[in-house]
């Protein structure tokens, strides 16, 4: 499988995404990762990052250990329909080192799913270009914070 690399996509490096002040680890299995229709799943770490901007945005980061190091869906959180819904608004490339981050605007939701076990977040997230994101994570053994 060939490596995604910065600026394949068309992102902006320019654009500014606000860096999580705040952050919860939680550990468990990715289930699945692609964007740009490729594959990364095998590339997925074992954990998400849920932050907190100063700005009041919500991000989920799926570690990835190859190529960068991670992908952020990132908005704005919703309650309701039982469970939180985060309404997205930009995806995230984050460089090793965070010097050289691809940012891309586009639309999409990352929502959390209680009733089953592993508690589980899926992101859908579609960019301006069209360019697709999708993500899945299964939080084994730990609820993630009703508030993150």
């Keep these: 499988m060939a490596a995604l690399t910065f600026g394949v996509l068309g992102g902006s490096a320019a654009a500014q995404d606000p860096a999580p002040v705040s952050a919860t680890a ?18 997925c770490g074992d954990g998400v990052l849920l932050g907190h901007d100063a700005t009041g945005g919500r991000s989920v980061g799926f570690t990835v250990t190859k190529g960068f190091g991670a992908i952020r869906f990132s908005g704005h959180e919703e309650t309701g329909d039982g469970g939180q819904l985060l309404r997205l608004d930009r995806l995230t490339l984050v460089s090793p ?50 508030h993150y």
């Design 26 to 43: 939680v550990r468990g299995e990715c289930i699945s990762l692609a964007i740009a229709g490729q594959d990364i799943t095998a590339d």
């Design 97 to 146: 080192g965070g010097d050289n981050d691809t940012v891309l605007d586009g639309t999409g939701e990352c929502r959390w799913s209680y009733s089953i076990n592993p508690a589980r977040v899926t992101c859908q997230f579609t960019s301006e270009d069209g360019t697709p994101a999708t993500g899945a994570f299964g939080a084994y053994g730990v609820l993630p914070p009703d």
